[in-house]
Every structure is written in C-alpha cells, then in structure tokens.
C-alpha cells in the first residue's frame, strides 16, 4: 500500500543550526513534491515545491532535496528561529495530492 | 484580505443533525477542494471541484454532499451528524487540478465537534 511517512516524533534544536525534517514514501511515483507550514489552528500554508527531474530547490533560509531513487525528500532550514516552530507537512502530487503526518519542529532560544 | 475563508470556525452539534460549512476563495482559482484533518493529525481529500464539476470524491459517506453555487464558493453539507465526523475541516484552492503541481490554499478550518 501506498505511504509516506514524516517522523512523528518532535524535532528540538536551538536557534541558529539547521534543522533537517524527512519525507519517505513507498509504493508512489510522484510528478512532484511540495512541503507546508502548519500552525496550530491554521491551515497549512505552501513553502516550495520540487519536481522529480530537480534534485534540490532553495528558497530564503529554506532547501529542499528530493531524491526519486531512494523514494525521499529531505527539507531543510538553515540558522532556524524560534519563529520556524510548527509543523511541517510534505505532501507528494500524483493524481491528488496526499499528505504526511508532519513533523513538529521546535526551535528554542 | 482573506484569500480563502471558511465559516464558522468552530462548529459543536449533536449527534443526528444537519449542518452546513461555507467556503470563499477570492483568489480568481478554477479548483476548490474539502479536506478532513482527523486527531491524528492526518490531512485527507475528501471532494475536489474544478469550475463547479466535482471531479474527486473520496471514500466519503454520502452524508456529506459538497454543493458549489460558483467557482468561488464551495460548502459542505453534512447530514445525520456523528461522532467520528469529528475533526478539522479545511477548504482549500488552487489555480488548476487534477495532478498538476500548482499550490493549495487554505482556509484557516472549522472546528467540528459532535457530541
């Protein structure tokens, strides 16, 4: 069956490192990739999208890789903020688009 | 200005009623879609439309029946309300459809709470 899969564990790191949050998926072929921002009691806002002919995308303090062969997508933020806190959602395009979990991401002073 | 706003924002009904959610997009987008974000967090496609015409519809009971006066609104009507209808329902707008790779955006949800 088909899934992707985001840790649904928190990520905790301090202010100024990179955090590094992971999308696998099995059994998709995605045309593409995007990744959301969710605060709590909003809906999930776009961040960037990748195509499966692009290896890698940045945007600001934002990247993100995507990786066909091993069936992953690695989203990236350099010299994080507390600001940065939320959960951050992939989503793969295929003939709908279909989420993950998301991954909460805690960024401490 | 609100691109895509939905009311209300929190929704609380008793089990068996009939309730409505409205969604606006002011964005000029061709597709409107209805995802369910349950407890666990899971974001799920429950309807899309494009310029009015349903073109996916979920594994979702028939008691919930989108209806899109125009390409701008689309609400959902649920019937006979139960507890496992409880949820985050999120409207949500893109430019084109259907597989291709254009954004979405959404609404900010409604709260729905059946007791």
């Known amino acids: 069956s088909q899934k992707i899969e985001q840790n649904s564990e928190a990520l905790n790191i301090q202010e100024g490192k990179t955090a590094t949050l992971t999308c696998n998926y099995t059994?998709?072929?995605?045309?593409?990739l995007q990744w959301y921002r969710q605060d709590p009691g909003r809906g999930p806002v776009f961040l960037l999208l990748?195509?499966?002919?692009?290896k890698e995308k940045r945007k600001e303090r934002l990247k993100v890789t995507f990786d066909t062969t091993l069936k992953q997508s690695l989203f990236h933020i350099t010299a994080s903020q507390p600001a940065d806190s939320a959960t951050y959602l992939c989503?793969?395009?295929?003939?709908?688009?279909?989420f993950g979990k998301g991954t909460m991401l805690l960024v401490s002073p | 200005d609100t691109a895509v706003s939905q009311t209300p924002k929190y929704l609380v009904t008793q089990m068996g009623n009939d309730k409505s959610i409205k969604c606006e997009q002011n964005?000029?987008?061709?597709?409107m879609y209805w995802y369910k974000q349950d407890s666990k967090k899971f974001l799920k496609i429950m309807f899309s439309?494009?310029?009015?015409?349903?073109?996916i519809n979920e594994t979702v009971p028939n008691r919930f029946s989108p209806k899109s006066p125009d390409k701008a609104h689309l609400n959902l009507h649920i019937n006979s309300l139960e507890l496992g209808d409880s949820a985050v329902y999120f409207c949500?707008?893109?430019?084109?459809?259907?597989?291709?790779?254009?954004?979405?955006?959404f609404g900010n949800g409604t709260r729905l709470t059946v007791t």
């Open positions: 059994n998709y072929s995605p045309a593409y």
């Open positions: 949500a707008s893109s430019q084109e459809g259907g597989g291709d790779n254009s954004p979405l955006h």
């Open positions: 439309y494009n310029n009015k015409e349903l073109i």
């Open positions: 989503a793969l395009g295929y003939s709908t688009l279909t």
């Open positions: 990748i195509r499966e002919n692009e």
């Open positions: 964005l000029g987008h061709d597709t």
